[in-house]
């Protein structure tokens, strides 16, 4: 398994600003992933960063209002930019090695703890 | 990705009562995860499925993988206050490493 440290763990900002969240692994990861989670909903895949390169975006997320860095194989974060009300949500990062491990070892995914983000 | 319907949205049981969500597929799986979220807390893994018909046991958690690989299964007999919190079936998602959430069904047990 993976340690995660995600932090902030919550924050309250004002629209118009930015937050950068981090996500701290404590070994190498091949894939982190980040996720939005509105709560008692399902988690929405943002973006995968990739190690060396841009991220990958999901459709209907875009560089310029979430970007990624992912400067080493234990480290990413993530920016949510000029922030309005409705970028009000949780969001995850999570880490797998998908092409590692044996069995139920392989692609399973491990969470942070999570950002509470409320915009006023 | 590979989407999944996961019935039902919530469920509300007494405890010592049984739970069953269920996640269905239009397409076969390759393979189909479970993970438990806490109120409050952040998703955590359960379990994989990856053999066509495969039931896996975990204390009061049976996991079942439908013969056609369409479908899974999560049951918990005898439910305990420690349960309470929203699971999720996850099958893989668009491209390699990725998954794909089921919406989830948010258990609440009433002791």
């Known amino acids: 398994s993976a340690v995660i440290s995600q932090k902030p763990s919550r924050d309250i900002c004002q629209r118009g600003t930015s937050l950068t969240i981090q996500c701290q692994v404590d070994?190498?990861?091949?894939?982190m992933f980040w996720y939005r989670q509105q709560p008692g909903q399902s988690l929405t895949l943002i973006a995968t960063?990739?190690?060396?390169?841009?991220?990958?975006?999901e459709s209907g997320f875009v560089i310029d209002k979430f970007p990624i860095s992912r400067p080493n194989l234990t480290f990413s974060t993530l920016t949510v930019s000029n922030m309005s009300p409705e970028d009000s949500s949780i969001y995850l990062c999570?880490?797998?090695?998908?092409?590692?491990?044996?069995?139920?070892?392989?692609?399973?995914?491990?969470f942070g703890a999570g950002t509470r983000l409320s915009v006023l | 990705g590979q989407q999944v319907m996961q019935i039902p949205q919530y469920q509300h049981v007494q405890e010592g009562e049984d739970f069953t969500t269920y996640c269905n597929s239009s397409?076969?799986?390759?393979?189909i995860q479970w993970y438990k979220q806490r109120p409050g807390g952040h998703p955590v893994f359960l379990i994989q499925?990856?053999?066509?018909?495969e039931v896996k046991k975990q204390k009061r958690l049976t996991f079942q993988f439908g013969e056609a690989k369409k479908n899974s299964s999560l049951h918990i007999t005898a439910t305990q206050t420690t349960d309470v919190g929203t699971y999720f079936c996850?099958?893989?998602?668009?491209?390699?490493?990725?998954?794909?959430f089921g919406q989830g069904t948010i258990l609440t047990v009433h002791p």
């Open positions: 999570s880490v797998g090695n998908p092409g590692q491990g044996a069995g139920s070892a392989k692609n399973i995914q491990y």
């Open positions: 070994s190498q990861v091949t894939m």
């Open positions: 960063a990739n190690q060396g390169s841009e991220a990958t975006y």
């Open positions: 397409t076969t799986l390759s393979n």
């Open positions: 499925l990856v053999k066509s018909g």
């Open positions: 996850a099958p893989p998602g668009t491209s390699y490493g990725k998954l794909t």
